[in-house]
T-cell receptor, first 114, second 112 residues
């Protein structure tokens, strides 16, 4: 299994541009998550999904959109990029069982908005 | 979810035990203590979790006090590869959806 994969690894955007961060998992996990991590800080939840077609906001959703058309993929869309969105973005997934305890993270996408 | 408090940084000599404390004095009866770590520039990695009994796996041991208000993650023989930020997180296990609330964690530096 490849686990959780993210593309691209790095990206530089100009203010006002848009882009989509890709995330895919091959573990048949129902739950998927997007976090952002600013320098020296912990991760903050942006959006999450409990299954295909179902998404919900996390702690810091403003400026982002998500969709979940398949179990495997959970792209994060940035519209009108702003410098405040400069961050490292991590995608994660987990099982939906109530005894599930581990969240699996991807390698991250480092985004700079200038 | 209960709030956790961890020291900002700790040092450990290679081969020695690393003991990382976490305070979670407002923990509820149904909340578990989780530990994740984040090696530089990588995504966080699950280490261990527990409710009230001490737990051990191939990576670490978790000691939870009897009143459950604090815990200690123990890396028995720290190596240079254990240099990372360690996050203590408290959350209920009885929810499949895992909303992990990350603080700033403890930055552990293992030196030769």
């Amino acid at each position: 299994n490849a686990g959780v994969t993210q593309t691209p690894k790095f990206r530089i955007l100009k203010i006002g541009q848009s882009m989509t961060l890709q995330c895919a998992q091959d573990m048949n996990h129902n739950y998927m998550y997007w976090y952002r991590q600013d320098p020296g800080m912990g991760l903050k939840l942006i959006y999450y999904s409990v299954g295909a077609g179902i998404t919900d906001k996390g702690e810091v959703p403003n400026g982002y959109n998500v969709s979940r058309s398949t179990t495997e993929d959970f792209p994060l869309r940035l519209e009108l990029a702003a410098p405040s969105q400069t961050s490292v973005y991590f995608c994660a997934s987990s099982y939906s069982r109530t005894d599930s305890y581990e969240q699996y993270f991807g390698p991250g996408t480092r985004l700079t908005v200038t | 979810d209960a709030k956790t408090t961890q020291p900002t940084s700790m040092d450990c000599a290679e081969g020695r035990a690393a003991n990382l404390p976490c305070n979670h004095s407002t923990i509820s009866g149904n909340e578990y203590v989780y530990w994740y770590r984040q090696i530089h520039s990588q995504g966080p990695q699950y280490i261990i979790h527990g409710l009230k009994n001490n737990e051990t796996n191939e990576m670490a041991s978790l000691i939870i006090t009897e009143d459950r208000k604090s815990s200690t993650l123990i890396l028995p023989h720290a190596t240079l590869r254990d240099t990372a930020v360690y996050y203590c997180i408290v959350r209920p296990l009885n929810t499949g959806f895992q909303k992990l609330v990350f603080g700033t964690g403890t930055r552990l530096l293992v030196s030769p």
